[in-house]
């Protein structure tokens, strides 16, 4: 049986055999496959997630690292199996380049419209008078968001949305956006919007991002449920929806929409 010579010290090979390496390729290929489509696909289209947003959010990174590791691997090994020299691991290590500078680009330029949405809001928006890191709005349409900036982080109401909601429905959706803020929320969906801009071609991308952005809507829900009732955070709910307004950054329409508001008054 043919093997395949990989230093793993100065001076000390590894020798691996060749149908071993193509074993493995032709394994990570597959796995690549699998979450390219069908995996996500069946998960999307499962209806548990919405009673247990949290794990569904887990497998969702799990999918996404995996998929990013899977294919790497397989374009290193399969080109190595073909050409047993380090030149073969470039196509590879191209790859990782690109989904990581991917990754950091994004970062950038999130950090940057945020800086500049700040700007906007201390020329557009007055300080809340009794709640500390919320900003009013001087508009009309009903509207609630976060701006996650770390310490600097701060919730918008408009006062549209002020002036349509009791006190105990303010309460919730406030919650509800503070949420957001205290678990990194734009953590997870940062990740997920980077994987989209690297691979705009990509449907599943496109998909898991707003997937994602759905279940992280209901899990800021679920922290605002312990304070509030479900009633008051649907109408809530329902009052921003209202105004086509979804917040700072919005995210593609997803099929849990309706599963989110439907466990609120089930």
Known sequence: ??????????????????????????????????????????????????????????????????????MIGALALGGYSLVPSWLALLPAAGLAVYLLAHLAVTVVQVTRQRRR???????????????????????????????????????????????TLDADALRAITAHERAHVEQRHD??????????????????????????AALVEMLADDVARRDVQDRDLARAILAVGSSGVSGAEPAETSTRGSDRFRRLVT
């Open 1 to 70: 049986m043919t093997s395949v010579g990989l230093a793993s010290a100065p001076g000390v090979p590894l020798l691996v055999p060749h149908g071993t390496i193509v074993v493995v390729a032709v394994l990570l290929a597959i796995v690549t496959v699998a979450l390219a489509g069908p995996v996500p696909v069946a998960l999307a289209r499962a209806s548990w997630p919405s009673r247990s947003p949290v794990l569904a959010l887990l497998l969702w990174q799990a999918i996404g690292l995996a998929g990013g590791l899977s």
């Open 117 to 163: 949405h700040l700007v906007l809001l201390d020329l557009l928006a007055a300080p809340h008078p009794t709640q500390a890191a919320t900003r009013v709005l001087d508009d009309a349409a009903p509207v609630a968001y976060c701006l996650p900036r770390g310490v600097g982080s701060v919730t918008v109401l408009s006062r549209g949305l002020l002036d």
């Open 187 to 212: 953590l997870l969906l940062l990740a997920f919007r980077a994987w989209r801009s690297a691979l705009p071609w990509f449907p599943v991308a496109a998909y898991a991002e707003a997937e994602v």
